[in-house]
């Protein structure tokens, strides 16, 4: 008889506060209030953090942080993360939801070397994210490239959707091409 393994629970809490209108404050122990407010496209504030800011920015950081977990178990020649994200929030199913989350990282490494490593730590961390895990939204990322100090340029090869994940599920193709670019 195998006995089924047992894993941490983990409970995150906050609170949030309205002030007037659309606008209001989240607030959580020992973290700075953020300041949120319904989006402009919703007769928000145009300066101030919506829930689908925040819902994007949580998809993108929690894939940086995933990837950081792994590179911080390895001896990758890692210089900079930088990552763009576009969330689409569209009709579906009767409702507005967020359907896809397209996310740009792009991955500095010390040497030619690292590339491939790192393709398959951000391929690792794809899967592995726990937000992108959570969510029903598909969560694309095939734009990330990669760069060296020499200021080659590595870029994931352009492939068709067969590389995304949805419903949590993911299909990175990893394939990457060297392309030279002048200047940069």
């Known amino acids: 008889m195998t006995t089924k393994p047992s894993y941490k629970v983990f409970r995150f809490r906050n609170r949030v506060e309205w002030k007037s209108g659309r606008h209001g404050t989240i607030r959580a122990a020992d973290k700075p209030a953020v300041e949120v407010s319904s989006p402009p496209q919703f007769n928000g504030e145009e300066a101030t953090w919506s829930p689908e800011d925040l819902f994007l920015a949580t998809v993108n950081v929690c894939l940086m942080q995933t990837f950081m977990e792994y590179v911080h178990r390895t001896d990758l020649g890692l210089i900079s ?17 967020f ?11 010390k040497s030619e070397e690292d590339v491939g ?14 937000i992108s895990n959570s ?14 100090p020499s200021q080659r340029r590595w870029q994931r090869a352009p492939a068709d959707d067969s590389h995304s994940s949805g419903r949590g599920s993911h299909q990175a193709e990893g394939l990457l091409h060297a392309a030279v670019s002048a200047g940069r």
């Open 81 to 97: 993360y930088d990552s763009a994200a576009e969330g689409v929030l569209e009709r579906a199913e009767g409702r507005y939801r």
């Open 99 to 109: 359907t896809e989350f397209h996310l740009q990282p792009v991955i500095v490494v």
């Open 117 to 130: 490593r790192a393709a398959k730590i951000l391929d690792a961390a794809e899967s592995a994210c726990l």
């Open 135 to 148: 969510i029903r939204a598909t969560v694309k990322s095939p734009r990330s490239s990669w760069r060296n």
